[in-house]
């Protein structure tokens, strides 16, 4: 397992349905990310509320789900960050991942705690109100970490599970109780 892309971003204003709206999804791969405690430095949220803080501090996706989202939207350029994703991964599946599980990343220390349940900015930056709903139906979500020890994580950097998860519950797991919740 390691690190294909580190990625941050700033807020912007984009048009969607007719109303501006701000988002911090467009991330860009720069040469390392500094984890601290509640975010990753230089990556600005737009929304405190859903994004970043305790639980939401660090955004990974899995580079191996690219390829199924350039055959469902061919026109769309799919590089990394695209997702809004801090942390870009190779050989991390939302089906293997039990949350509450502990992982070494770069010099950082992280533990998963849920599925990335995307909102309406999603559909905004893919063109498409389907998106949300493929999204979940696909169970590519990703999935957030919180942050044990800060630190620095660069591309190449090889991830290791330090502790996994105590109650057998994967993201995947997760993300289909939520959708019965709806």
């Known amino acids: 397992m390691k690190v294909l892309s580190t990625n941050i971003g700033q807020p912007r204003e984009v048009l969607w349905q007719g109303a501006k709206v701000k988002t911090g999804i467009y991330k860009e791969p720069v040469e390392a990310i500094s984890i601290r405690k509640f975010f990753v430095e230089g990556d600005n949220v737009s929304d405190l509320r859903v994004h970043g803080g305790e639980s939401k501090a660090v955004y990974g996706y899995p580079s191996e789900h690219f390829?199924?989202?350039?055959?469902?939207?061919?026109?769309?350029?799919?590089?990394?960050?695209?997702?809004?994703?801090?942390?870009?991964?190779?050989?991390?599946?939302?089906?293997?991942?039990?949350?509450?599980?502990?992982?070494?990343?770069?010099?950082?220390?992280?533990?998963?705690?849920?599925?990335?349940?995307?909102?309406?900015?999603?559909?905004?930056?893919?063109?498409?109100?389907?998106?949300?709903?493929?999204?979940?139906?696909?169970?590519k979500s990703g999935f957030y970490f919180t942050v044990l020890e800060e630190g620095i994580v660069n591309p190449g950097d090889q991830i290791s599970m330090e502790q996994e998860g105590e109650h057998g519950y994967t993201i995947v797991d997760e993300v289909k109780s939520r959708e019965r919740d709806e």
Not at 85 to 93: D, Q, S, V, Y
Not at 114 to 139: N, Q
């Open 67 to 139: 390829e199924f989202w350039r055959k469902e939207y061919p026109a769309l350029t799919m590089n990394w960050g695209m997702f809004g994703e801090n942390i870009t991964t190779e050989g991390l599946l939302e089906q293997d991942i039990l949350i509450g599980s502990v992982y070494r990343i770069g010099t950082a220390l992280l533990q998963i705690t849920e599925p990335r349940m995307p909102c309406y900015k999603l559909a905004a930056k893919f063109g498409s109100v389907d998106v949300i709903r493929r999204f979940m139906k696909s169970r």
